[in-house]
């Protein structure tokens, strides 16, 4: 089958238009012809090699769309349902069998391999074959395979152009709140990074009863922006010492819970100091490999605090991504706020805005 695609090239280069061939379905594989993908940021870091890999690759992991045909052996979702899509795990493993799939013992080769396990690509062109199969997906493209595990139906009444997003960014920043923080009523929280995870963090914490919730970054515009959907506090860090101004605001206790979203190794050590004695602090950013973050151990000795190092919201996302839709329909978990539409031929465009934070989380529309 003929299909649209984006390929990634090379680092810190446009993704190119091309036309590709579209392998058939295997038996374990579902063919969804996508109406919308979030624009995240791994794809930005894959396409620049933060991750090795291999390019060119048709990259995109928070797709949504109908499914067109199943292979012979799936049997969860059917060719007309709705469905987003999700990353890949085993589903075998220790990790998997406990609920916990973004902890895959084959996560990595699974999402970032380039290549079905046993090493076939389901994308050519004239130069040969496309890396594929990125987080189970690759969906940015008219039409692709997915493994039939990492798919999720959903309800015909809610748009597909706004739940591509809660396969990834929206379900990492929530999930991290609302599956491993788990603030109560009346707790306070301090979100670092006012992206679509941290701001889908923000609104999983109001959500939860959360009732000090201080935000932290350089953009004014967002600070402001998450101010109207609900956080309690801004905090401006380029010319505000985050932390002094959260235990300030805290009477000089600290937050009970953190969420760093940024992977930015200065804002790691604030995260961690902005926390009450016994406190809970999560990291979800995204870092160069290698990166250090340097902090005083002995002095977070004393402190009891809880670290969490979070992937996908430690979720389940057949059961997780549904909850976050009723929240959505309940009014609880507005996060379509969050979103800016943009065509499939402006996708470098979605993602010029992304990094220079003019959108807080790109959709494109096929």
């Known amino acids: 089958m003929r299909i649209r695609a984006a390929v990634a090239t090379a680092p810190h280069t446009p993704l190119e238009i091309r036309e590709l061939d579209l392998d058939e379905p295997r038996e374990d594989e579902v063919q969804v012809r996508l109406v919308a993908s979030g624009v995240c940021h791994t794809d930005a870091i894959v396409r620049d090699q933060w991750y090795p890999t291999p390019l060119p690759a048709v990259l995109g992991h928070e797709g949504a769309g109908i499914v067109e045909r199943v292979g012979a052996g799936v049997t969860t979702v059917a060719p007309g349902d709705h469905v987003v899509l999700a990353p890949a795990a085993c589903g075998a493993c220790a990790h998997c069998v406990d609920g916990h799939p973004a902890y895959c013992v084959d996560f990595y080769p699974l999402n970032f391999g380039g290549s079905r396990p046993d090493g076939s690509k389901m994308f050519t062109d004239h130069d040969g074959e496309i890396s594929s199969n990125f987080f189970g997906q690759s969906s940015f493209a008219s039409v692709t395979n997915v493994i039939a595990r990492n798919v999720v139906k959903v309800p015909e009444n809610v748009p597909l152009e706004i739940l591509g997003p809660l396969g990834c960014g929206i379900q990492t920043g929530s999930g991290a709140v609302l599956n491993v923080l788990q603030p109560g009523p ?44 609900g956080a309690t ?6 010319d505000t010492n985050p932390v002094e101004a959260i235990r300030d605001i805290t009477g000089g206790e600290g937050v009970n819970f953190a969420l760093d979203s940024t992977g930015v190794k200065d804002v790691f050590p604030q995260m961690l100091a902005s926390l009450a004695t016994r406190g809970h602090g999560a990291l979800v950013g995204a870092a160069p490999l290698g990166t250090e973050a340097p902090f005083n151990i002995g002095t977070l000795l004393l402190t009891g605090l809880k670290l969490s190092l979070v992937v996908e919201g430690d979720s389940v996302p057949q059961l997780y991504i549904p909850k976050l839709i009723r929240m959505y329909e309940k009014g609880d978990f507005p996060f379509d706020k969050l979103i800016r539409t943009y065509e499939f031929d402006d996708i470098n465009k979605a993602f010029e805005d992304s990094e220079s934070g003019g959108t807080i989380k790109p959709v494109i529309i096929y």
Do not use: C, K, P, Y
């Open 233 to 238: 506090h801004a905090v401006n860090s380029r």
């Open 186 to 229: 009346g707790s306070s929280i301090a979100i670092f990074g006012t992206g679509a995870v941290g701001m889908a963090g923000m609104l999983a914490a109001i959500a939860s009863g959360a009732t000090t919730v201080i935000v932290v970054d350089i953009v004014e515009s967002r600070l402001e922006f998450a101010r109207e959907l």
